[in-house]
């Protein structure tokens, strides 16, 4: 494989700098080849918002032993049907991967490079192709808004009830669509919830500068509208098996998937302790704590820290979320989950590393791309 990888990093170097270009041309070949394909993709779509090919490219690139992200790939390939993919449009989107790169790598291209791609999507389109076949669910639910809550300038928290029964496990994420109003974008949230016999799953959404998606949940969207759901996926879910403490670290609406694994833990936890670290900017953005200190105040294995980064007359810990954690502890022989942007995620993690948390015990989930 390493031959191959080579082969793949020197051919992307010749085009690497044209990007852009690239993208364009790729997009025009697979809809000139295929006209109906156009409807598949954003309705707008300026070449840096495009997401496919620099998805394709990271993808073949780093996945250098596609044996070992089998399961990943399959997921994908699962996760692909909500866009309407069908298997022949992986030939065209190969296709078009190649030909747009060796027109502008020039004469420095060879025919060793279109090997050494056609091989590699062959690869991952195969296993995303399988994961797709084997799927037994609907490629995506419908769901009604039945709740919208603002909760904050930039912070709503609505609940949705699917019109059939969408099966996850606490902890994980599910993309969505809001046709409505950003039709063909989907992006991913967790909901906030434990399964529940009502179906019903509440999202903790803020909405981020210039995002299209996430304003329009927290802005325009209203109990009614429907939205479109997909597979879940993600394995930051608790091990019942797991008698560790644990510890769960959110920053702002990462508290999504953490609320779920405490309601988890609500229907069975007697013998761990249980402490949640929550952070925001402001504590205009500490949106939930309500609920988590009526969870803290009835379960007592439970304990509630907050934190304000840029709020210093706010009565709880002062700063970022993942320094107020160190200052607790210690915490060798917890498990922790970790949830909330991808900065916060990964001072976290920093963090961790020097309190010599061993990194097999820590489950996160970063919202960042
Ligand atoms: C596994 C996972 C789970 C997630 N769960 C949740 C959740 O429960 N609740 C939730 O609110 N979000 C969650 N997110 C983030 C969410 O998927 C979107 O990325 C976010 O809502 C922005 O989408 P958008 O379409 O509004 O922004 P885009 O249109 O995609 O981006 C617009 C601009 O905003 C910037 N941007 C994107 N995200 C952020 C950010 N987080 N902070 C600052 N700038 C940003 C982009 O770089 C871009 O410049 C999750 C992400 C992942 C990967
Ligand atoms: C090797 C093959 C492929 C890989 C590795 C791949 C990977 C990805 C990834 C990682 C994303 C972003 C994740 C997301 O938004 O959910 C994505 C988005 C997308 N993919 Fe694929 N993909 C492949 C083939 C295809 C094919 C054949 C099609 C059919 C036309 C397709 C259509 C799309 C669309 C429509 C999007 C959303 C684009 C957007 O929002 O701008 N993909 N792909």
Redesign the pocket.
Known sequence: MGDLASLLKESWSLVEEHQDKVAGYFYAR?FLRYPD?RD???VQ?DVQ????LG??V???QTLEDPERFDEY?RA?GR??RK?H?EPE??E???GALIESMRAFAGEDWSIEYDQAWADA?AV??SK?LAGADADPNPPYWYGEVVAHERRSRDIAVFTVLPLQTLEYRAGQYL?LECPRYQP???R?YSPANAPRRDNTLDFHVRAVGAGWVSSALVRRMQVGDMVKLAAPMGSMTLDRRSTRDAVFVAGGTGLAPIKSLLEELTRYNRTRWVHVFFGAQTREDLYDLADLNRLAARYPWLSVVTACSDDPTFPGEQGYISDVVAKYGPWKEHDFFVSGSGRMVKATLKRLAELQVPSVRIKYDSFSD
């Open positions: 697979i394909l598949l993709f954003p779509m918002r495009a997401r496919l998805a394709i990271t993808a073949v790939l994908l996760d692909h866009f993919v449009h992986y065209v989107v190969g999507y991952i389109a995303m993309s063909r974008l989907w991913t």
